[in-house]
């Protein structure tokens, strides 16, 4: 399973002529490519596939978003073993 995961943007650079950004996923700094996204802006929150800010969010959503993963990561030890 592939997901989706917001992340904040930190930085904004250009490597290899491409835009790129560091991004902060709750402490986690990663490199992320912008280019489907050249609006983008340091500070405002992304959503990441493999590497690629593919739409922007607000704060609210990105917060809502990850508190909803972290509900999705609680849901094997709520249930236990199979």
């Given at each position: ?5 917001p ?9 290899d ?50 508190d ?15």
């Amino acid at each position: 399973m592939c997901l989706a995961v917001p992340g904040k943007i930190v930085e904004i650079y250009e490597a290899d002529g491409l835009k790129m950004a560091k991004v902060d996923f709750g402490g986690v700094f990663r490199e992320t490519c912008l280019e489907y996204v050249p609006e983008a802006k340091a500070g405002e929150y992304c959503v990441i596939h493999v590497g690629f800010a593919i739409s922007l969010m607000n704060e609210s959503e990105a917060m809502e978003t990850l508190d909803l993963l972290r509900q999705i990561d609680n849901f094997d030890e709520e249930i236990g073993p199979g």
